[in-house]
């Protein structure tokens, strides 16, 4: 059974540009959910998507948007990258939406924008 | 608003001796409570959950954690703590029976052993 997996696993952007970072979710779970880690912080919920449609989304502006797959794989993708948005960006993913299962976690993707 | 608290941001133990990582929580309702671990430039590893049963949860690596209703705990424990232990440790809480929301982490706990 393989775990969840994330690429890139670093990246650097340019402010203003656009990124997709991309979640492989560990076999026969059909939910994924995005995290923002800042530095030094716990992670953030970004949003959840539970085939293939959006079914939660925390504090986060439109320029953050996603899509999962019919294999349940996912994407992240930020717009106009600020630099605030530097972060390690973690995947996980679950059998269900509802959380009693648990969550799987990926080993993130370190985005730095300059 | 809904949220985790762990009060200590380190905390510091010898080798061999137990430790405690505090967690307390304000999530309505009976949440699904969970601990993390994360090494230097890694993702989240899983630890262990409470979902319902004993107040003692048991997890990998000897760790275990007490869920205390009334107080809105969830303090990690570990009898005989070892140097590699040392990490960062996350508290987390699911709410239950609310769709759409996902898990709400306290700000981390650096745990240091020392040899």
């Known amino acids: 059974e393989t775990g969840v997996t994330q690429s890139p696993t670093h990246l650097i952007k340019t402010r203003g540009q656009q990124v997709t970072l991309r979640c492989s979710s560990q076999?026969?779970?059909?939910?994924v959910s995005w995290y923002q880690q800042a530095l030094g912080q716990g992670p953030q919920f970004i949003f959840q998507?539970?085939?293939?449609?959006?079914?939660g989304r925390g504090n986060f502006p439109p320029r953050f948007s996603g899509l999962q797959f019919p294999n349940y794989s996912s994407e992240l993708n930020v717009n106009a990258l600020e630099l605030d948005d530097s972060a390690l960006y973690l995947c996980?993913?679950?059998?269900?939406?509802?959380?009693?299962?648990?969550?799987?976690f990926g080993s993130g993707t370190r985005l730095t924008v300059v | 608003a809904q949220s985790v608290a762990q009060p200590e941001d380190q905390v510091n133990v010898a080798e061999g001796n137990p430790l405690t990582v505090k967690c307390t929580y304000s999530?309505?309702?009976?949440?699904?409570l969970f601990w993390y671990v994360q090494y230097p430039n890694r993702g989240l590893q899983f630890l262990l959950k409470?979902?319902?049963?004993?107040?003692l949860v048991k997890g990998s690596y000897g760790f275990e954690a007490e869920f205390n209703k009334s107080q809105t705990s969830f303090h990690l424990k570990k009898p005989s703590a070892l140097v590699s232990d040392s990490a960062l440790y996350f508290c987390?809480?699911?709410?239950?029976?609310?769709?759409?929301?996902?898990?709400?982490f306290g700000k981390g706990t650096t745990l240091s052993v020392s040899s």
């Open positions: 999530v309505s309702g009976n949440p699904y």
């Open positions: 996980a993913s679950s059998l269900g939406s509802g959380g009693g299962y648990g969550y799987t």
């Open positions: 987390a809480v699911r709410p239950r029976n609310q769709a759409g929301t996902a898990l709400i």
């Open positions: 998507y539970y085939r293939e449609e959006e079914n």
């Open positions: 076999s026969g779970h059909n939910t």
């Open positions: 409470y979902i319902t049963g004993d107040n």
